[in-house]
């Protein structure tokens, strides 16, 4: 089997203390892959708000699992995400595969930067995630047999 470039050069994973991050970087480990995990509490460190911690993070990569923290709808993050990705190309980045909103204006801006960066890209397009229910914001009134927020409004 032919080996590409791609097989030596570890694989970016932000916010990978994170609810996707975390289980991405798992199973691209299981698959024996080379995987740098990064967070702002890891080595190296990867800061959305401090562009200074981007290039460690991404030195050496050709692949990148992006999420954006807190949320692609925040105000600057698409200035932010267009700059990480210019920086992630010119630091040899090929791939990018990022996770995205469903159906937000915001999300969608995210999404043409990327197309148009010049990068490989996938697109995620998520609007809800079940580990909200098991692991999250809704745990505890899950448990406490009270209804959420969300759902006294309905």
Not at 38 to 59: H, I, Y
Not at 92 to 100: A, H, Q, T, W, Y
Request: glycine share 8%.
């Amino acid at each position: 089997m032919a080996h590409s470039h791609f097989d030596a050069a570890p694989i970016l994973v932000l916010g990978a203390n994170g609810k996707t991050g975390r289980r991405v970087a798992d199973r691209l480990r299981k698959q024996g892959l080379d995987v740098r995990a990064c967070a702002r509490s890891t080595q190296p460190r990867f800061d959305w708000n401090d562009r200074m911690t981007w290039s460690a993070a991404l030195e050496g990569v050709k692949r990148a699992y992006v999420t954006y923290q807190p949320d692609l709808a925040m105000p600057g993050a698409l200035d932010t995400v267009n700059a990480f990705f210019d920086t992630a190309l010119t630091s040899g980045v090929e791939r990018i595969v990022l996770l995205s909103g469903r159906g937000e204006e915001e999300a969608q801006a995210a999404e043409a930067a990327l197309q148009r960066s010049g990068a490989r890209w996938t697109i995620l397009r998520c609007s809800w995630f079940m580990q909200n229910f098991s692991e999250s914001f809704l745990l505890d009134s899950i448990r406490d047999g009270r209804r959420g927020a969300h759902a006294a409004r309905t």
